[in-house]
């Protein structure tokens, strides 16, 4: 066989249509599975279906069009995978743009090794073949996937969006477009300095690999970026807790002294003639008797302070809270994972409640009992529609680690931390969290180990 020929630069582009269409379908699969997807498991096979065979169909069209629709072709295969990762993972446009130009030079470097294996195979056997071409193909496709996934999905958390900006999707595009045009440059002109006939593949493999490393490192980096802020703010918001706490503590034993001197609220009236100033010192006292009568004696003073403060919230915003709660049942766990986890569940059914109109369904109720070997925390509210976006048959089963419910703020950033913070509380303590949504009303529920 003449490998001169076979090394021909239109010959070495004749990847095999079929090949490349299953070279961008397992990289668009890739992230199928390392991303967070919108749809449930039947509409998910039928979407792989469907993306495989629109893939395939389109690369078979395009290879029956003349070498000039090359590029035009390029360009729809990577619309093709853009459409296919939006539809299918529940995405942002400019994340969607960063995750298709990942996939895309995957592709490229998968077909590309491909190629380079079985030059370098003919080269030494001297002899062609579909079988061998095949056998090839399903290794080397299999072994860079494989790969590949196993250390990309380390860089890309399944519960949070890139949320990309202009300036680094431009980065990113711009290190996807430059890895394609070095990396294919030789096929397009033979005259230029990256263009030696033997060194085309070896060229276009070692861009495109090196195109791919540059992206996985980028987004790696921007992963632990991510994760390091977001632990800040979870840390941030179990010190707010906290100092919500000691400033309620304060609080609290200065309305216990102004209760003590009540007295001199009583004599005060007895004194006063002017109507409106007796009127004002009246005022005061249904005041301070409203506050004392929203104290609660739960068993634990940590709990105490703030099911009080709490309270003390709900009556200014109209909220009727009904709290049923074994203090003594707490007396294990820390001061700040108290603060944290019960902070988090009321300040989060107070916020969703206080947007209910019918001021008859502003309710929360809240519970901490024993059972089994555990203790029960269960807070429910109204609401009127939900932070939280719930799979289908994701309420039926408990939260641990990263696979969390999905904010419906748009800047999942800065929001859900609340729910982070609970689960890490409940994590620690040898537990975990559960949430649902019914017929209007929002459930929190959380287990914790009375063994620790």
Known sequence: MNLSSFLDPVKLQDTPRLFTAIAEWLAVFVYFNIYKRRSNNRDYVIQCIVTFLVQTAFQFVAGLLPIGFWIPSMITAVALMYASLYVVLDIKPKDCGVITTHAFVLAEFAASLYKQMYVWYVHLVDREGIVDSVIIMVVVYLLTYITYYRIERGNISPTRNLNVNNKELLSVLATGIGAFIMSNISFINTRTPFSATENMLYV?????????????????????????????????????????????VDNSEALRKEMHDMKHYVMALKNEDDPKRRAEVLEDMEQAIAIQESFMNTGNRVMDVILTTKSLQCQKKGITLNAMVDGDLLSDIHVKDICSLFGNLLDNAIEATQQVEDQEKRLITFSVRPRNQFIIVECENYSEGTNVRLKKNQHRRFFKGSNLPKTTKEDNVKHGFGLKSISQV??????AMKVSYDDGWFKVKVLLSSNN
């Not at 977001?230 to 707010?240: C, G, P, R, S």
């Not at 409940?426 to 537990?431: D, L």
């Open 426 to 431: 409940a994590e620690k303590y040898g537990g």
């Open 204 to 248: 276009r493999t070692l861009v495109d690999f090196g195109g791919m490393l540059m992206l996985m490192t980028e987004m790696g980096r921007r992963n632990e970026l991510a994760a390091k802020n977001e632990n800040d703010a979870i840390n941030q918001l179990f010190q707010k807790q906290y100092e919500q706490y000691k400033l309620a």
